[in-house]
């Protein structure tokens, strides 16, 4: 069994920051991707931003130049920094970790950009 423990969330003005994580624990052997998912409510779930096991990463468009994926291999460990927070960056924010023949997501982060 795997688990993902997502933590980093919270309330911040527009133009802060955050660093949101997520852990991976249990029977975590090969990964093929980990990525970030949001929603905000009525609006459709969006990648946010994946990382592969090649080392690419991709961007949605609403957050190039702002947002960057990272991990960590040796802890199993996926991040997400974000900078110069706008209030449409909203949303609670799913962690995603693709191990080939299964995929996990997180509990989910709550993520507030307000003034």
């Known amino acids: 069994q795997v688990q993902l423990v997502e933590s980093g969330g919270g309330l911040v003005q527009p133009g802060g920051s955050l660093r949101l994580s997520c852990a991976a624990s249990?029977?975590?052997?090969?990964?093929?991707?980990m990525g970030w998912y949001r929603q905000a409510p009525g609006k459709q779930r969006e990648l946010v931003a994946v990382?592969?096991?090649?080392?690419?990463?991709n961007y949605a468009d609403s957050v190039k130049g702002r947002f960057t994926i990272s991990r960590d291999n040796a802890k199993n460990t996926v991040y997400l920094q974000m900078n110069r927070l706008k209030p449409e960056d909203t949303g609670v924010y799913y962690c995603?970790?693709?191990?080939?023949?299964?995929?996990?997501w997180g509990q989910g982060t709550q993520v507030t950009v307000s003034s």
């Open positions: 995603y970790i693709d191990l080939f023949l299964n995929g996990y």
């Open positions: 990382t592969t096991s090649g080392g690419s990463t």
């Open positions: 249990g029977s975590v052997l090969s990964i093929n991707a």
